[in-house]
């Protein structure tokens, strides 16, 4: 079946660091591809979406590429703040899914110290 | 955007009990979704819930465990019956905003069972 495959964190960088978090996906026909993001003590939220193959989404200076030869959609920022510090999860909704069927990776917590 | 309340946000329930999870949404929805997070573990999908028809289940999800209430377009009962330590988990309910492709979260009620 679909599965989303997140690296395993915590991920502990310094500020202004450059920021990766890898995920990769296993899906039939054409999924969606999403980042939601978890900040301490508030409900997930969605960070960035693409819905098609070579897709960029961007938000906060987040980015994230969706590519099909690689099943990869990875995150990635230039430059962390402490602000920035949260659980990251990669999900999916196959392509015949219903709008709020998503499969999600693991998380992974990031922690930017000052 | 919507706003989503859970209620509980937390409980302690011994094992053989029930536990009703209630979700109240700012709008009018067709569809809300329950999901669960189970320690070190990514989210799942438990079932969509549709107001004036039955919940649908995902697979390994079953009706008498979960039963599932949508009695209008706002609101809906995720039920957790005769628990075992292994339910213990965080309980998501979220709605789908279709024009955005944005899924919207409950901040979760965080289940422990003794």
């Known amino acids: 079946g679909d599965s989303v495959t997140q690296m395993e964190g915590p991920v502990t960088l310094s500020e202004e660091a450059f920021l990766t978090i890898n995920c990769t996906y296993t899906?039939?026909?054409?999924?969606?591809l999403f980042w939601y993001v978890q900040y301490p003590g508030e409900g997930l939220q969605l960070l960035l979406k693409a819905t098609k193959a070579d897709d960029k989404g961007s938000n906060k200076g987040f980015e994230a590429t969706y590519r099909k030869e690689t099943t990869s959609f990875h995150l990635e920022k230039g430059s962390v703040q402490v602000s920035d510090s949260a659980v990251y999860f990669c999900?999916?909704?196959?392509?015949?899914?219903?709008?709020?069927?998503?499969?999600f990776g693991q998380g992974t917590t990031l922690q930017v110290k000052p | 955007s919507a706003v989503i309340s859970q209620k509980p946000s937390r409980d302690i329930c011994q094992r053989g009990t029930s536990l009703t999870i209630q979700c109240q949404v700012d709008?009018?929805?067709?569809?809300m979704f329950w999901y669960r997070q189970q320690p070190g573990q990514s989210l799942t999908l438990i079932a969509t819930a549709n107001q004036g028809s039955e919940a649908t289940y995902e697979s390994g999800f079953v009706i008498d465990k979960f039963p599932i209430s949508r009695p209008n377009l706002t609101f809906s009962t995720l039920t957790v019956s005769n628990m075992s330590p292994e339910d213990s988990s965080i309980y998501l309910c979220?709605?789908?905003?279709?024009?955005?492709?944005?899924?919207?979260f409950g901040s979760g009620t965080q289940l422990s069972v003794l």
């Open positions: 999900a999916l909704r196959p392509g015949s899914g219903n709008t709020g069927k998503l499969i």
């Open positions: 979220s709605v789908a905003d279709a024009a955005t492709d944005k899924l919207f």
């Open positions: 709008s009018q929805v067709t569809m």
């Open positions: 899906a039939t026909g054409y999924p969606s």
